[in-house]
């Protein structure tokens, strides 16, 4: 089995990133955003109604509170003042679910704060605290391999791991920096053979050729990517055609 999952609720009027209607009717989990680094409360609603509506998972999906740089810049905050700022947007999204008639099943942190949490343990031990703090029931979805992970599992959270369709990978198991060439892919049938390699085989070719193996519970695709919802659809698709039962990870 295997879940579908894709980053949504960043839209905002003048800056519309994903199609969100199309894209619930393709994955099974949506990460939605909080509001801190994109998104309106009006917009972020709608795709918490659209998501329930079509039974898919809700996931919170926090990040630096950045919407200028889309929360995809680092920023230097203090552990204290990020742990707060991530209760507040956990317990706002939890609220907003509520109202929707779903509810919050998982955590996904997004952009620059997911990337620093992979390899800090001072910025995964602060997510990791703002969860427990919130709802120490959540799952966190991350990177296999990762410092939250692991951070999550030694607080007693639970953990699942994923793999990015859309992304290309160094021979670390890391991401390609967004910033250079071919780090964001884009051609939907190679993408959708891609994923299908890694969950028959648990195998990925990063960037330069190495052959990573790689465990996941969840592919994702993101939402603003170009061509998104013909990608996951590709990937849908293709692991449909091989058998494989596609569900929301978090039950």
């Given amino acids: 089995m295997i879940d579908l999952n894709s ?30 680094h994109a998104g309106t409360p009006r917009g972020i609603r709608a795709t918490l109604t659209a ?12 990040g630096y509170r950045d919407r200028e740089g889309f929360g995809r810049r680092s920023l230097d905050v203090s552990a204290a003042a990020l742990q707060a700022d991530l209760e507040v947007q956990l317990a706002d ?27 800090d343990a001072t910025r995964a031990r602060t997510i990791v605290a703002a969860i427990r703090a919130v709802d120490p029931t959540l799952p966190v979805l991350g990177l296999a391999g990762s410092v939250l992970l692991d951070e999550a599992a030694r607080a007693g959270l639970g ?16 991401l390609v920096p967004r910033g250079e060439p071919d780090a964001v ?18 195998a990925v070719t990063a960037a330069d050729g190495t052959v990573l193996r790689v465990r996941a519970d969840s592919i994702c695709v993101h939402g603003d990517s170009p061509g998104a919802v013909a990608m996951a659809a590709a990937v849908r698709r293709v692991l449909e055609a091989e058998g494989i039962p ?5 039950p």
């Avoid at 953990?159 to 890391?174: I, Q, V």
């Avoid at 892919?185 to 648990?202: F, I, N, P, S």
């Fill in 7 to 36: 980053d949504l609720g960043e839209n905002a009027p003048g800056r519309v990133v994903s199609d969100d209607e199309a894209m619930l009717d393709v994955v099974t989990s949506a990460n939605v955003s909080c509001g801190a």
């Fill in 51 to 62: 998501a329930a509506c079509r039974g898919v998972a809700v996931g919170a999906h926090p």
């Fill in 93 to 119: 999204l939890s609220r907003m679910a509520g109202a929707a008639r779903t509810r919050v099943r998982y955590v996904k942190p997004h952009g620059a704060l997911y990337n620093d949490a992979v390899v």
């Fill in 159 to 174: 953990t699942a791991t994923e793999a990015f369709a859309d992304r290309a990978y160094l021979p670390s198991g890391a």
């Fill in 185 to 202: 892919l884009h051609d939907a049938d190679e993408v959708a053979q891609r994923m299908a390699r890694l969950v028959r085989d648990g």
């Fill in 246 to 250: 596609i569900a929301p990870f978090a």
